[in-house]
């Protein structure tokens, strides 16, 4: 076995204001493939390329923003040692039991006012990557063709406490941090639990529990441009980009989804290695780290969360 | 094409809004660096305005950014606000309460 611990980030539950046509942007434009109803209120999807069950549930509410995001685990071990480590930080923890296809989630709720979710076992989905003399895809993906859920940019308060939990008791590692002016402290950190760049993103902001955004897996550069292609197509509201980030090297675009949540196209980016030193930003160069070829954040970057 | 115009009182400027437009649309053709132009559906709140007079429809948003008693005192986002005539309105902006 390769890898160990906790494997990849794996499940996402968004909030949105209107389920049908939510439903539809995901599926149509993004290119999701869709599982299924999960009661009244919300729907489950998945990305063409994973083999899981699914992958992002969308729950219409009242306020759009993120209920939960989950790490796959590779067995039962790993679940049990992430639950004593978590002793240590006095985390509240509980169990989901109602996700299609999963076995019992363990839910934190870490500092930052997220709920981070720890599970080892989740059925195959019906529609999922051939294994046997496999073909790149069983049905031709469609939309922005996204391959899978990625990551996603966590935003809240006691950013450093809930790093050290992300290390300490998930055991990941940090990829890249964003200093504050001072060098005391991080805007930004981002962290992996295998060789992507990033499974999430933690950044420091006053207000609890906010999406900045999350994330699918594009194929490529040419991808990136298709999907801007169909955003313009379909005026869908563009944040930021085609354009590449400075951390993690990923060639992104940044849009918004018909409730206001940030959602980025990915793609690329460099492969992680637990050894690879760590790759540190300054304050004053926090616009090329994000915003790689204008060098200089947009007035929505801070401001703009759900 | 039928034009509103919005007069938002405390920026001391007059937005075209066609019809079938939302408020925003309107002061990101005049500004598109303007602070309100966030997230466009509703989402964010940075857009968040209050309504002095006009009519109106809406559409669906956060009610985290503008709850209904709020909407109730005139409060609303720009970006989900639709003018049936000209109106007049105050930008407010995120969490900015009067
Ligand atoms: S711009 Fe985000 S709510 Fe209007
Ligand atoms: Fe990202």
Redesign the interface.
């Known amino acids: 076995m390769a890898l160990k611990g906790i494997l990849r980030s794996g499940l996402i539950q968004l909030r949105v204001l209107d389920l049908e046509e939510s439903v539809d942007f995901y599926h149509d434009r993004i290119g999701l493939t869709k599982v299924g109803k999960l009661g009244n209120d919300r729907f489950m999807l998945k990305g063409y390329d994973e083999f899981d069950h699914h992958s992002v549930v969308l729950r219409e509410a009242d306020s759009p923003g993120i209920d939960f995001m989950c790490f796959k685990a590779l067995d039962e071990e790993t679940v049990k040692d992430v639950i004593a480590k978590n002793e240590k930080f006095g985390y509240e923890r509980y169990e989901v039991t109602d996700q299609p296809g999963f076995g019992t989630i363990q839910m934190f709720k870490i500092a930052n006012g997220h709920t981070i979710g720890v599970y080892s076992e989740v059925e195959l989905a019906e529609q999922k990557p051939m294994t046997c003399n496999p073909k790149i895809w069983d049905k031709e993906p469609h939309g922005m063709e996204a391959n899978l859920f990625d990551h996603a940019l966590l935003a809240g308060p006691n950013q450093g406490e809930c790093v050290n939990w992300f290390v300490e008791v998930m055991g990941m590692a940090i990829t890249e941090v964003l200093y504050t002016e001072d060098k005391n402290g991080y805007i930004c950190t981002w962290l992996s639990s295998n060789t992507r760049g990033h499974d999430v993103a933690l950044l420091n902001f006053p207000d609890a529990g906010k999406l900045h955004h999350f994330s699918f897996q594009l194929s490529g550069w040419n991808d990136i441009g298709r999907a801007a292609d169909i955003m313009a197509r379909y005026n869908i509201k563009i944040d930021a980009g085609p354009m590449r980030h400075g951390v993690t090297r990923g060639q992104t675009i940044y849009f918004f989804d018909p409730s206001g949540n940030r959602v980025e196209t990915y793609a690329g980016g460099y492969e992680y290695f637990p050894d690879a030193p760590l790759r540190e930003w300054s304050a004053d160069r926090a616009g090329e780290g994000i915003f790689y070829y204008t060098k200089e954040l947009n007035e929505r970057f801070l401001t703009v969360l759900t | 094409m039928k034009k509103y115009i919005v007069k938002i009182l405390n920026e001391n400027i007059s937005v075209n809004v066609n019809e079938g437009d939302h408020i925003l649309k309107g002061i990101a053709r005049y500004n598109s660096?303007h602070?309100a132009?966030?997230?466009?559906?509703?989402?964010?709140g940075?857009c968040k305005i209050r309504i002095v007079s006009g009519e109106f429809e809406v559409k669906?948003?956060?009610?985290?950014?503008v709850s209904d008693e709020e909407f109730e005192k005139g409060y609303a986002l720009a970006c989900r606000v639709f003018p049936k005539s000209d109106m007049v309105i105050e930008y407010i902006g995120?969490n900015n309460k009067k």
């Not at chain 2, 669906?60 to 950014?65: D, H, L, N, Y």
Request: hydrophobic share 10%; glycine share 16%.
């Open positions: 660096s602070k132009n966030g997230c466009r559906n509703g989402g964010c940075v669906k948003w956060s009610k985290e950014q995120k």
